[in-house]
């Protein structure tokens, strides 16, 4: 049961730091980009865009968590994983959440390709074969 949870922590780690940092560090730059004024040194790290991005999606997160966690096993028929005993092993309600949560990830990573007002996050999407690996090989391993 522990090493089974090791393997899910490392896993969600992997998608959420390494192969998303990987996967938009090689975007490569636009003109759009290029043309840009760069910021001055007094201006915030995280835009209030990205502040609005990363709100929205966290709470966009915590409600489709939420809602499977607490009538998930209504949605999709299944036995509820809240009430097993503590060292019983995975349950199907409890698999479901994890891959949804997982998925939410790794979505998040094509909505984080554009931070600057652009509407369109696959726009130049297949220009960069190293985050299209990332996504595929995350989504297939998943």
């Given at each position: 049961?522990?090493?089974?949870?090791a393997v899910?922590?490392?896993?969600?780690?992997?998608?959420?730091?390494?192969?998303?940092?990987?996967?938009?560090?090689?975007?490569?730059?636009?003109?759009?980009?290029?043309?840009?004024?760069?910021?001055?040194?007094?201006?915030?790290?995280?835009?209030?865009?990205?502040?609005?991005?990363?709100?929205?999606?966290?709470?966009?997160?915590?409600?489709?968590?939420f809602t499977?966690?607490?009538?998930?096993?209504?949605?999709?028929?299944?036995?509820?994983?809240?009430?097993?005993?503590l060292h019983?092993?995975?349950?199907?309600?409890?698999?479901?959440?994890?891959?949804?949560?997982?998925?939410?990830?790794?979505?998040?990573?094509?909505?984080?390709?554009?931070?600057?007002?652009?509407?369109?996050?696959?726009?130049?999407?297949?220009?960069?074969?190293?985050?299209?690996?990332?996504?595929?090989?995350?989504?297939?391993?998943?």
């Open positions: 049961d522990s090493p089974l949870k899910q922590m490392l896993w969600v780690n992997l998608i959420m730091d390494t192969f998303a940092s990987l996967a938009l560090a090689t975007e490569p730059p636009t003109e759009a980009l290029l043309m840009r004024r760069p910021y001055g040194r007094n201006k915030p790290l995280i835009s209030s865009t990205m502040t609005k991005n990363i709100l929205g999606h966290g709470v966009y997160q915590l409600i489709i968590i499977l966690l607490f009538v998930g096993e209504q949605i999709f028929d299944i036995d509820s994983g809240r009430n097993a005993p019983s092993p995975p349950s199907e309600h409890y698999t479901i959440i994890f891959n949804t949560f997982v998925m939410m990830q790794l979505f998040n990573e094509i909505n984080a390709r554009k931070i600057h007002g652009e509407r369109n996050v696959f726009d130049g999407i297949f220009r960069n074969p190293i985050f299209c690996s990332i996504v595929l090989g995350t989504f297939a391993i998943q």
